[in-house]
T-cell receptor, first 115, second 119 residues
Framework: AQKVTQAQTEISVVEKEDVTLDCVYE???????LFWYKQPPSGELVFLIR??????QNEISGRYSWNFQKSTSSFNFTITASQVVDSAVYFC????????????FGTGTSLTVIP | KAGVTQTPRYLIKTRGQQVTLSCSPI?????VSWYQQTPGQGLQFLFE???????NKGNFPGRFSGRQFSNSRSEMNVSTLELGDSALYLC??????????????????FGAGTRLSVL
């Protein structure tokens, strides 16, 4: 069975602080994809990043960076110099190669950036 | 390019009624998936349609059904509504089919959802 764990339910940081959102996944499949989505109060899930199981390179996009470690089954997300607009719920998701577009989502981490 | 459009945005029903939700995917996208989001259970996969065929199904009772039309638009129906069906229902679309064995995994783009309240 597949499982995604986001142990941090809520995080509050002061603007300009760095914050890391943790994601741990479980699967017996050797090929899979991992995603991060952002859900602002409007409700729409906004795609942030996709990573396949064969690519363990870290990625940086502006103030966002992701650390993928297969050895610990983790795919953590760091926001550098957080801003108020980063306040949202962030979801980590797992998708297997051969199961169509079914996503297994974590329970989400609600991030509040205080001005 | 227009995003994924879900209608209606809000819906109020009473127990025992049925409801139909609609989803128009991004132009050119042939896969549509549905998810239920509740505070207690989080985001749960309902089903996926591709080329008018259900390709994947989550663990939901038969009261939840869907279909996809030739223009890729999809509808989701819930019959005999229960209080526990109150949730945000999200639709997502993606571009290509998943060919067996390939590592290609397409990004899913989500709509803003339909918030269903069952009284």
């Amino acid at each position: 069975a597949q499982k995604v764990t986001q142990a941090q339910t809520e995080i509050s940081v002061v603007e300009k602080e760095d914050v890391t959102l943790d994601c741990v996944y479980e699967t017996r499949d050797t090929t899979y994809y991992l995603f991060w989505y952002k859900q602002p109060p409007s409700g729409e899930l906004v795609f942030l990043i996709r990573r396949n199981s064969f690519d363990e390179q870290n990625e940086i996009s502006g103030r966002y960076s992701w650390n993928f470690q297969k050895s610990t089954s983790s795919f953590n997300f760091t926001i550098t110099a957080s801003q108020v607009v980063d306040s949202a719920v962030y979801f980590c998701a797992l998708s297997l190669t051969n199961t169509g577009n079914q996503f297994y989502f974590g329970t989400g981490t609600s991030l509040t950036v205080i001005p | 390019k227009a995003g994924v459009t879900q209608t209606p945005r809000y819906l109020i029903k009473t127990r025992g009624q049925q409801v139909t939700l609609s989803c128009s995917p991004i132009s050119g996208h042939r896969s549509v998936s549905w998810y239920q989001q509740t505070p207690g259970q989080g985001l749960q996969f309902l089903f996926e349609y591709f080329s008018e065929t259900q390709r994947n199904k989550g663990n939901f009772p038969g009261r939840f059904s869907g279909r996809q039309f030739s223009n890729s638009r999809s509808e989701m129906n819930v019959s005999t509504l229960e209080l526990g069906d109150s949730a945000l229902y999200l639709c997502a679309s993606s571009h290509n089919a998943l060919a067996g064995g390939t590592l290609a995994k397409n990004i899913q783009y989500f709509g803003a959802g339909t918030r269903l309240s069952v009284l």
